[in-house]
């Protein structure tokens, strides 16, 4: 029962280009998303986050969308840098409760 | 702002034996979570304290599974027994309830069982 998932294993973008990432949730409930990024043999890092009383969310280079109609929401990170190369994982949480559930994320090369 | 802490980093042990995991979490936040992570996969929730209740556990845990958060500050993961299925990458995570809240994560604990 994958609630959230992430279809694209991997992704090679140039470096200086737009890096799309995305992300569909299938729970109608999920009103809280995170994207955190992760290095080998550390912990995620926050990225950036939304409400799903927004469409977009914007933070320097990193820009979230969601669509809540679709149920996908995407991370635009522009331009790329070859030190955002690392797993991107999107994660979601219901109003009410505190569990986030994380998808099984996405490989982000970036190609100088 | 110190962070996560998790100790230790690696851990190797054999097959039957106990291990134990400590997390820190950052002084002020009052939720705790307990992740595990497997080679590509994304972290899997284990267990979650708000203050020193645990408040849910995953049924992904075995009976050999427990943790406690003592007091609502450092939290212990200790499995029994363990079993082959059960290396991975423990995470521990830590938050702040409100808005606006997002997760910070130790750097992990490696669990390797010969």
């Known amino acids: 029962d994958q609630q959230v998932k992430q279809n694209s294993p991997s992704l090679s973008v140039q470096e200086g280009r737009i890096s799309i990432l995305n992300c569909d949730y299938t729970?109608?409930?999920?009103?809280?998303f995170l994207w955190y990024k992760k290095y080998p043999a550390e912990g995620p890092t926050f990225l950036i986050s939304?409400?799903?009383?927004?469409d977009k969310n914007e933070d320097g280079r990193f820009t979230v969308f969601l669509n809540k109609s679709a149920k996908h929401l995407s991370l635009h990170i522009v331009p790329s840098q070859p030190g955002d190369s690392a797993v991107y994982f999107c994660a979601a949480r219901s109003s009410g409760t505190y569990k986030y559930i994380f998808g099984t994320g996405t490989r982000l090369k970036v190609l100088a | 702002d110190t962070g996560v802490s998790q100790d230790p980093r690696h851990k190797i042990t054999k097959r039957g034996q106990n291990v134990t995991f400590r997390c820190d979490p950052i002084s002020e936040h009052n939720r705790l979570y307990w992740y595990r992570q497997t080679l590509g996969q994304g972290p899997e929730f284990l267990t979650y304290?708000?203050?020193?209740?645990?408040?849910?556990k995953s049924r992904l845990l075995s009976d050999r599974f427990s943790a406690e958060r003592p007091k609502g500050s450092f939290s212990t993961l200790e499995i029994q027994r363990t079993e082959q299925g059960d290396s991975a990458m423990y995470l521990c995570a830590s938050s702040k309830q409100g808005i606006g809240e997002k997760l910070f994560f130790g750097s992990g604990t490696q669990l390797s069982v010969l």
């Open positions: 729970n109608s409930m999920f009103d809280y």
């Open positions: 304290f708000q203050n020193e209740a645990q408040l849910e």
């Open positions: 939304i409400s799903s009383i927004k």
